[in-house]
Each structure stands twice: as structure tokens, then as C-alpha cells.
């Protein structure tokens, strides 16, 4: 498989790997401090159009394919992890459903502001009770007329407390399950929406989650997504194509964690020689390098996938899975090479781990990858 860049895909490696160099590793250990999202950055990065890569350009986005979607979240993840977040949700989480399964009205109203960055977005399907077990929901959706009444709870939602739209997966019917849950976008300034506790984290500190509270919170028909009863098919269907950028995201702060430590290997002198030229760093550095580049295929696999039209189950789950666990693994060895300079803020290995750490979680434990990928494997021996 030819990895080969086009011109246009090229360009956004650019693009994102100079915003990224430039503007976002530079700032990535203030916003951490912070914990706060940096709006002006949010704003260039929308200017840039890198907010909606894959959306199409009548909708306000860049109208390119998944790999050059795919290249923009890694550039910018090797920047600032939290603020490449922004971009994956914007242009995957948020976008992507809307434009496969919403009205063209719907795209019309959301994706335009999504992707100049004037609104922010979000996307939220866990609860506290429902997190691996995505069929099991209970924000409530009760039908109210032509629309519906939204009560309960979500949490662990990415920008929840800064979200002008959000897309909310709620249950019609909790007996039903999965075929029960329906997608909404949701509106925060209306009466119903509160924001609850937000999330003291281990990482990707910039980017805030939160608690969503929906007390009687109406929701109109117009914002019904899809048909009721298919929001879990439109929630896997999306983490599909999501587990994709957590493996760019991976691959991207596994690269600055390796620049790092390569630099200082060859900066360290300890017993009179560089610390490179130690066998012990060499084989680290190696192993690093190595399992970078399989994960970075193995995404780029996915990707070039979904834009020949083919599922992309299995792949997304490998490279997700992967990627994620070479990233702990690659800024784990980096802090190790680097040794007390590893572990303070100085050199920024502690923060990406503290970032990457958390690829192996979010959008599907890497316990379900690994179900997911079982489950695709075993299926296809069944088909021959």
C-alpha cells in the first residue's frame, strides 16, 4: 500500500506540522498549567482549516480526504494533544454523523460554525453507568408532541462545559437497549442544560470534561438525528472513524516524544561520550522508532480504508489499540532516557505521557479493541 502523499495532503502535513511547531508546542505547557483551552489558537486553527478537513467545502470545511485528515490530527498532536482534540472532534466526532445521517438542513445550520471555529462542539454517549456497555443508557428521551423531553445525566463528555452544540445520545426506551438509543444535537443555551462537575484529570489537562445535567430539556424534532432507534448504529459508526484519530493523536505525541529524546541522547554526556553512542539508549531509541512507524501505518491503513469505501472496523480497533500502547510505551522510554529531566516539567516527556496515556481509554478501552478485533477476525474466518 502506496503512502505516497498528494499534493493537497502534503500541504496540510504542512500546514498543521508549521501551526504545530510554531504556535501550539510552544504554548502546549502554559495551557496544561492553565487547564484551559487558548482561543486564539482555537481561532487560527479554524482559519488554517483544520477544523473540518473532511467536511465538505459547502459546509464550511476543507472537503479532503481521511488521510489528509488523518496527517492534520497527528502534525497537531505532536504539538498539543489537547488542542489537536479540539480538531477531532470538531471534524470527525461532531461533523461526521451529521453528514452521513443528517438532514441538509441540519449541516447547513451546524457544520459551517463548527468548522470556523465561531461554536464549539461536542459529542456524548457515556454516563456513569454506561461506559464499555454503550447499549445501557438512561438519559431519558420522552416524546413531547412532535419532539422529545431530555432527563438524566452524561459524563466524561470532551468540551461539555464550553460546547455551544453537542451531540446526545439518549434512550427512548431503556428495555430496548441499543435499539432503543437516539441521537439529538442539542443546543446549550436553552433552559433544561446544565453543566455539572468538571473532570480533574491526569492529562490532556487544556481540554476540559464534564458532567451534563438535562433537567426537561426540549428538544425539538428538527433536532432529531437520524431515525429513533438508531443512535447506537450512528454512535459505533462514529467511534469507527473516531478510533482513527486517537491513533493519529498517538502516533503524533509519540513523534515529539522521540525528537526529544533523541535530541538530549545526543546533547547528555555522561563517562566522558554522549549518552547515544551507549548501546542501552541505542536499543531504546530503536525500539521506539520501530513501533512508531507500524502504528503510523497501521493508522494510515485505516484512514486509506475509509476513503476507498471499505469497512473499517478492524483496522480502526488495531490502530487505535496499537498506537495508543506504542505512545505510552515510546514517552515512557523517553522519560527514562532523558531520567530526572524525564520526570520534570522542562522537557515536556512527562506531559505527553500524562497526554497519551489516556489514548488507551477514551473512544473504547483498549479491552474492547482487542473484543472487537477478535470478534472481526473470527467473523471473517466464518465467511472464508
Known sequence: ????????????????????????????????????????????MADLGLMGVKVPEKYGGAGLDNLAYVVSIEEMARGCASHALVAA?????????ILTNGTEEQKIKYL??????????????????????????????????????????????????????ILVFATVDKELRSKGITAFIIETDRPGFQVGSIEK???????????????????????????????????METLNHGRISVGAQSVGMAQRALEIATKYSTERKQFGQEIAKFQAIQFKLAEMEANLQAARLLT?????????????????????????????????????????????????????????????????????????????????????
Request: glycine content about 8%.
Open 201 to 235: 484529570k491526569m492529562g490532556y489537562k487544556a481540554s476540559p470534561t464534564s458532567e451534563l445535567i438535562f433537567t426537561d430539556y426540549k428538544v425539538s424534532k428538527d433536532n432529531l438525528l437520524g431515525e429513533v432507534g438508531r443512535g447506537f448504529n450512528i454512535a
Open 300 to 384: 494510515y491503513q485505516a484512514a486509506s480504508r475509509a476513503d476507498n469505501g471499505l469497512s473499517v472496523i478492524k483496522e480502526a480497533a488495531s490502530a487505535k489499540m496499537f498506537a495508543s500502547e506504542m505512545g505510552t510505551d515510546v514517552a515512557h522510554k523517553a522519560i527514562q532516557i532523558l531520567g530526572g529531566y524525564g520526570y520534570s516539567h522542562e522537557y515536556h516527556v512527562e506531559r505527553i505521557y500524562r497526554d497519551v496515556r489516556l489514548c488507551e481509554i477514551f473512544e473504547g478501552t483498549n479491552e474492547v479493541q482487542r473484543i472487537v478485533i477478535a470478534r472481526e477476525l473470527l467473523k471473517e474466518m466464518e465467511q472464508g
Open 1 to 44: 500500500m502506496d503512502f505516497s502523499f498528494s499534493e493537497e495532503q502534503q500541504f496540510v502535513r504542512e500546514v498543521a506540522r508549521k501551526f504545530a511547531d510554531e504556535k501550539l508546542f510552544p504554548n502546549a505547557a502554559e495551557s496544561d498549567a492553565k487547564s484551559e483551552l487558548n482561543k486564539d489558537l482555537i481561532k487560527e
Open 112 to 165: 459551517p460554525p463548527v468548522c470556523s471555529g465561531e461554536k464549539m462542539a461536542a459529542y456524548s454517549l457515556s454516563e456513569a453507568g454506561s461506559g464499555s456497555d454503550a447499549a445501557s443508557l438512561s438519559l431519558a428521551a420522552t416524546k413531547d408532541g412532535d419532539g422529545y423531553i431530555l432527563n438524566g445525566t452524561k459524563l466524561w463528555v470532551t468540551h461539555g462545559s464550553v460546547a455551544d452544540y
Open 89 to 97: 472532534v470538531h471534524g470527525s466526532l461532531f461533523s461526521i454523523p
